[in-house]
């Protein structure tokens, strides 16, 4: 008798259980989710050709996360931060992608810098509808047929040819420029931009030559360089390779006009070459907006006057993704897609400058228009990002002067 | 034209000496180990960073910097080997090859957690180039290829005329002779991983000086030092030089035909040449 009460509860039980299984199995993800943390990731490069703004970037995500639990979080529910290291390569950032959405269901990827990461990573990212968010600049990013699942709030590279060439035909007066350049996505389109722009201002590209940026010593690549007697070389590459073409410039005697991008030649790059080697190397970057309340706010929590760009737009991805999920009152890929550009570029809304005022306006029902560390934070249809302003610099005695900002 | 090809060739004679230092570490301890040790580019990195360490926190000239940078991978080398690969060579030169590739790993990761990810440069000055005859050559690049010549002809002495340097051509050219005539295997493997490591950290430290460092440094150039030992001959230390050479000099006249962006592919292609036409390489497995 015991044994037949027993046998049936069990099957009872079974079939509560299976019946269950089969309910939460039919519905939606979303609504499973619905009670836990809202889970994001941040995709950085830790370690690699990016690994001296990775860690900072990194930072400036899990700041923003800490003020979004410390407010109430997102829909009634706590962040959850995932982190991952994209090591600045694009077959290890593909691995973590997938760790990210497949294990650690995130709604949302933060923060990708290199182009040939963003552009590996892209493809994962929108077939998973996850929403992605990245700081890199080849004019291709932005083509791939993302479906929407992408903004950057890195100039792409038509924006930043246009004013490097304006700013050597311009401002410095080169007349013959060649481009070394490292093997990445933006190497051709920079080419093919700078090729178009530079006559404008009086100037013309001699030549462009890439080359393989693992290599030890580029004196050969020099050598073709200077036959072609340019008076500015663009160093179009990132700061380990870009450190050895100076020195081989240097070496070579070499002594007419150089410009970098400010993420190539950084002040951790100007602190291990001599005075002498460095001095009169033109900087070009996107400048973060260094009067706002957002940049304050991340300079004293990064205990830095001085922060580099990509940090300050890594601090406006998780406030453009919690944001977004806010107003979309759902947390999904789809919500952060259909939602971002009501919150960033809504003329009508209220001007906020950081996520907390954000987040209280939009539960207070208002409509917001939020702009960040890095900027206005508008994009384009192709999620292209509509205005930035740029700083130029030389290096003098072993330290950058600004130029101008505009 | 003519001086163009002569550039190209002193500037890959220049890359290749450097490249000698570690391909010799690697092939010696293949010769007598009978695995690739990949950590050779960790141990690489090790050399460059304790260099780093001697020159710019203590103030050593660059010559003493360099003995540092042979004398910490020599003993991380051994190290390593002692307690992580020997107990795994018993269960095959794969396995071993294998755990090696997963050592760089965490030897790069080790490096980074002392140092972070930033790039580092000695300090020293930079001396622009000499020129001659439309050519040029950098001091550095003189005084580079001065140690690395003078490190092959100390290794050389050494296995040519000691006791401990014949023991490990004996065992590299035929260990169960070796063990029969009462040679210590382990001794010779302790010491094989000591000299390579070391020859590994001071190689590391060499392609520093001319450039900067960071915790890839090894990592970026197992490539050509990997194609320097299978061109000159697996396990054969002449031929890591010979191999040394023509991978340097290769990727350098390479550019002339392919450009600059395919100056790799030149290692690759070396190898799967040799691998075709002369698997054991330009001068053989012999030791010596």
Not at chain 1, 42 to 67: C, D, F, Q
Not at chain 2, 159 to 180: C, E, H, W
Request: proline share 5%; with cysteine; hydrophobic share 45%.
């Amino acid at each position: 008798m015991i044994q037949k009460t027993s046998l049936t509860a069990t099957r009872r039980t079974v079939i509560k259980a299976a019946g269950a299984a089969a309910f939460v199995a039919a519905m939606p993800s979303v609504l499973r989710a619905q009670d836990g943390p809202i889970h994001l990731g941040a995709l950085n490069p830790l370690t690699g050709a990016g690994g001296s703004y990775g860690p900072s970037m990194r930072k400036a995500i899990e700041h923003g996360v800490a003020l979004i639990n410390a407010n109430g979080g997102l829909l009634g529910r706590q962040v959850e931060l995932s982190g991952e290291d994209t090591q600045t390569n694009p077959d290890a950032a593909v691995r973590a992608a997938r760790k990210l959405i497949d294990a650690d269901k995130v709604v949302a990827v933060m923060g990708t810098w290199a182009s040939s990461v963003t552009t590996a990573v892209a493809p994962v990212c929108w077939e998973s509808k996850v929403f992605l968010t990245c700081v890199s600049g080849s004019d291709t990013i932005t083509l791939l047929p993302h479906h929407g699942y992408l903004v950057r709030t890195q100039p792409n590279s038509t924006l930043q040819m246009e004013k490097l060439a304006e700013f050597l035909g311009k401002d410095l007066g080169a007349k013959r420029v060649f481009i070394l350049g490292a093997q990445t996505p933006f190497a051709k389109p920079n080419e093919e931009r700078l090729t178009a722009d530079l006559p404008k201002y009086g100037s013309e590209l001699v030549g462009a030559l890439v080359y393989d940026k693992d290599k030890t010593s580029f004196r050969s690549e020099v050598d073709i360089a200077l036959k072609a007697e340019p008076d500015m070389i663009y160093m179009n590459g990132y700061a380990p390779d870009v450190t050895v073409v100076i020195k081989d410039l240097f070496k070579s005697g070499y002594d007419k006009g150089r410009v970098a991008q400010a993420y190539a030649m950084n002040q951790k790059v100007l602190d291990n070459l001599p005075a002498e080697v460095a001095n009169g190397i033109y900087t070009i970057a996107p400048s973060p907006a260094v009067g706002s309340s957002a940049y304050k706010d991340l300079s004293d929590f990064l205990g830095t006057a001085d922060i580099d760009p990509y940090s300050c737009q890594t601090n406006d991805h998780i406030a453009l993704v919690a944001l977004a999920i806010e107003k979309a009152g759902e947390a999904s890929g789809d919500a952060i897609r259909e939602n971002i550009r009501a919150i960033s570029q809504n003329a009508a809304g209220e001007k906020v400058e950081n996520v907390v005022e954000g987040l209280k306006a939009l539960r207070a029902g208002k409509e917001i228009n939020y702009s960040g560390a890095s900027g206005p934070c508008d994009f384009t249809d192709i999620g292209d990002i509509l205005d930035t302003n740029f700083r130029y610099e030389i290096v003098e005695a072993g330290k950058f002067k600004t130029l101008r900002v505009g | 034209m003519f001086s163009e090809l002569a550039q190209l060739v002193i500037n890959g004679v220049v890359a290749g000496t450097i490249l000698a230092v570690p391909a010799i570490g690697f092939t010696a301890i293949f010769g007598v180990l009978r695995f690739p040790n990949f950590t050779i580019a960790s141990h690489a990195t090790i050399g460059a960073f304790a260099g780093y360490v001697a020159n710019v926190y203590f103030g050593w000239p660059a010559w003493a910097a360099l003995l540092l940078a042979f004398a910490i991978p020599a003993l991380s080398g051994v190290a390593v080997d002692e307690y992580l690969l020997k107990p795994l060579r018993k269960a095959g030169p794969l396995t071993a090859a294998i755990a090696s590739v997963g050592l760089v790993i965490v030897l790069e990761n080790v490096v980074r957690f002392f140092f972070g990810n930033d790039l580092r440069g000695y300090d020293l000055p930079l001396y622009r180039d000499w020129s001659f005859a439309g050519l040029r050559i950098g001091p550095q690049q003189v005084e580079n290829m001065a140690v690395a010549v003078i490190a092959m002809v100390v290794l050389f002495v050494f296995l040519g005329f000691t006791r401990m340097g014949k023991a490990m051509r004996a065992v590299a050219d035929n260990p169960m002779l070796a063990s029969i005539k009462g040679i210590n295997a382990d001794s010779v493997g302790r010491l094989v991983n000591l000299v390579g490591m070391g020859l590994a950290g001071l190689g590391g430290m060499l392609i520093g000086l001319d450039t900067s460092i960071d915790p890839l440094t090894g990592f970026r150039a197992i490539l050509p030092i990997f194609a320097a030992a299978v061109v000159g001959g697996l396990g054969s230390i002449p031929g890591a030089v010979v191999g040394a050479l023509t991978v340097g000099i290769g990727e350098e006249l390479s550019i002339m035909a392919l450009g600059p962006e395919y100056r790799s592919v030149f290692g690759f292609f070396a190898i799967l040449f040799v691998l075709l036409f002369r698997p054991r390489g330009i001068l053989g497995e012999r030791a010596y």
